[in-house]
């Protein structure tokens, strides 16, 4: 019995919204009229915020005594890759100090406690961010 109930009211629902269709402009369609109906459109892409374009730090003269600390973000892969970037300044570089540091947390969080470190004792830093 509910089912039945249902099923009505849906169709009454249905009927309402179909007798409700705007019938003039077909009339006038038949009648050989032009009939220009406007159609509004809105992008879904928004507008992205404007740019902030801001300078990159300046270069060292050189890396010998300097501290790099090398920054694995989390992403797959990316402590194969600074394990050996760390290898070879240790092989090639010997006077440049390597830090390698893990940061905190997922991959796009903040790590203040390590970015304060890297601040106060680091001279360069290289992060891997994955591709």
């Not at 406007?38 to 992205?48: A, C, N, R």
Request: glycine share 8%; net charge positive.
């Amino acid at each position: 019995m509910k089912w039945h109930i249902r099923v009505s009211l849906i169709a009454v629902l249905c009927l309402g919204l179909f007798c409700n269709l705007p019938i003039h402009n077909n009339q006038a369609q038949a009648q050989g009229k032009a009939v220009e109906q406007k159609i509004t459109v809105l992008s879904p892409m928004g507008i992205p915020p404007a740019i902030q374009l801001k300078t990159m730090a300046p270069r060292l003269d050189t890396l010998d005594g300097k501290t790099v600390y090398l920054v694995d973000v989390g992403y797959v892969g990316t402590d194969i890759l600074l394990k050996e970037m760390e290898d070879w300044f240790k092989a090639n570089m010997p006077k440049v100090n390597i830090v390698y540091r893990r940061k905190f947390g997922f991959f796009t969080s903040e790590d203040p406690f390590l970015w304060a470190e890297i601040k106060e004792k680091g001279h360069a830093m290289v992060m891997g961010v994955g591709h």
